[in-house]
């Protein structure tokens, strides 16, 4: 298995990677490889440039400001999983981190190079999703900033301008004492997620439901936030039967029907998932808020 | 089409300068173009690890990284992990000892793995080691003699790099950190 030919351009600057790709015909990104390589390999992909970003200054950062992490795109999967500004700020993120892929490929992967690929079922399209993220891009006329519920445009297609690049990700980070959880089912540790769960919760004063989101990856073409889901927990004390009734419309989102699950099977997950992903969300509230259990 | 550049490689603490076509990966470099054929090619799209190298002391799949990315970068390959042409590396007693290898096609994909992974965890549980071998598949051992081998392994070392026994057991100089 061998990559078809291309040229090779390894620019050394985010100018000189914008000038690159606005002037040069079919030509792919190369962050950390770890699918366009295989795509290359089995020449799923045919481009005539091959752009590589891995010399490129300054898109390898994790920095704290107002309320988030502004991550450059570059930062690979291991900078992210050992982290400790992401384990306190992003926890829901560190959970996910370490089912994304092997440390063979975190080493190399970025979280860039993730998001723009946009795997229906990658860990962190869903972590993006889950926290609101907001994209950077970059092109020959400047940056521009894209909403993540803006950012898939059809199956692993983002939206984004041919000549543009992907430079950071501003993540918000949820308030100290709010509970998270991410929960997938794949065949094995390392697998992309057949479906996943990652909520996020917030508590009042008397311990009710102040903010909470909900989102699961792996049924369609990008991950889905159950908004009325989100919406119905407000207000209301976190417990087993609510979760569990509230999971059960989770049973009536479109699902893919592929090798891998059945549509209905997919559903099947997507409920149950989402309902055990907000028991352990509330069982991580600070204070001890245990949700109610059912009997 | 064929374009070709001039790459500058540190292997097994060894200095090469070659020629490559730039669509060439690593894997393919280091065992075609410097004939070090203990790196094997399972899948050749990062699903067995069977081509795990350490790059700068980072476990990597050899067949997703282009030759021409790893130009002025350190690489340790199967073949670098022994002291001496007559010594093994703890690591690799572990693994004869405790059966971690039949056919050994997955060996130096597991070696450099675990390398890594004793380094960054001196004393791991079973799940630990379960979870660090994940991306590499055996089709013969079954897992277990491999497990086992690892935890050994995590023992000699500790013992090996105990205050006044001297060598760690760690090839320092070929694994950069």
Redesign the interface.
């Known amino acids: 298995?061998?990559?078809?030919?291309?040229?090779?351009h390894?620019p050394r600057t985010l100018a000189d990677a914008v000038e690159l790709l606005s002037r040069l015909d079919n030509a792919k990104l190369l962050a950390g490889?770890?699918s366009l390589?295989?795509m290359?390999?089995?020449r799923f992909v045919l481009p005539d440039h091959?752009v590589?970003l891995?010399r490129v200054d300054g898109l390898s950062y994790i920095r704290e400001s107002d309320g988030a992490l502004a991550i450059g795109a570059m930062t690979r999967q291991?900078e992210l999983e050992f982290s400790d500004l992401v384990r306190a700020r992003l926890p829901l993120l560190h959970e996910a981190i370490l089912q994304v892929?092997?440390?063979?490929?975190r080493?190399?992967g970025t979280i860039g190079g993730s998001l723009a690929h946009l795997d229906p079922a990658a860990e962190l399209v869903s972590i993006a999703a889950a926290y609101d993220a907001v994209v950077t891009v970059t092109g020959p006329h400047g940056a521009r900033d894209i909403a993540f519920a803006e950012f898939p445009a059809a199956y692993m297609t983002p939206a984004i301008e041919p000549h543009e690049i992907l430079t950071a990700v501003r993540i918000p980070s949820w308030p100290q004492g709010h509970g998270h959880a991410f929960i997938e089912f794949s065949r094995?540790?390392?697998d992309f997620a057949i479906v996943s769960a990652a909520a996020l919760l917030q508590a009042d004063s008397a311990g009710r439901v102040a903010r909470a989101s909900l989102t699961l990856g792996g049924l369609g073409a990008a991950p889905v936030r159950m908004r009325e889901v989100e919406h119905a927990l407000i207000g209301e004390p976190p417990g087993d039967e609510l979760f569990r009734n509230l999971c059960e419309s989770c049973r009536s989102l479109e699902a893919v029907d592929d090798i891998h699950a059945s549509a209905g099977y997919r559903q099947h997950l997507a409920a149950v998932l989402a309902r055990r992903a907000l028991v352990k969300a509330a069982e991580r509230l600070a204070g001890g808020a245990a949700p109610r259990s059912v009997h | 089409?064929?374009?070709k550049?001039t790459i500058s490689v540190t292997v097994n603490g060894a200095r090469y300068e070659r020629e490559v076509?730039?669509?060439l990966?690593l894997a393919?470099f280091i065992r075609h173009h410097l004939g070090l054929t203990g790196t094997h090619l399972g899948c050749?799209?990062?699903v067995c690890?069977a081509c795990?190298i350490l790059?700068d002391g980072?476990?990597?799949?050899s067949?997703?990284?282009?030759a021409?990315?790893a130009d002025g970068h350190e690489i340790l390959t199967v073949e670098g992990i022994a002291p001496s042409a007559d010594k093994l590396h703890p690591l690799q007693e572990a693994f004869r000892d405790n059966h971690g290898l039949q056919c050994g096609f997955c060996t130096p994909g597991m070696l450099t793995?675990l390398l890594?992974?004793l380094r960054d965890n001196p004393d791991p549980t079973e799940q630990e080691v379960?979870?660090?071998i994940?991306?590499n598949l055996c089709r013969c051992t079954g897992y277990q003699g491999i497990v086992d081998a690892a935890l050994d392994a995590a023992k000699r070392l500790a013992s090996s790099s105990s205050p006044g026994s001297g060598d760690p057991g760690w090839a320092d100089e070929a694994v950069p950190t």
Do not use: W
Not at chain 1, 1 to 8: C, D, E, L, V
Not at chain 1, 101 to 105: A, E, K, M
Not at chain 2, 63 to 66: I, K, P
């Open positions: 298995m061998k990559p078809p030919p291309f040229h090779y390894d490889g770890q390589m295989p290359l390999n089995m091959v590589d891995n291991r892929g092997h440390r063979q490929t080493n190399r094995r540790h390392g | 089409m064929g374009d550049r076509e730039v669509r990966t393919d050749e799209h990062g690890g795990t790059l980072r476990s990597a799949r067949c997703l990284m282009l021409v990315q793995t890594e992974f379960r979870i660090a994940s991306g």
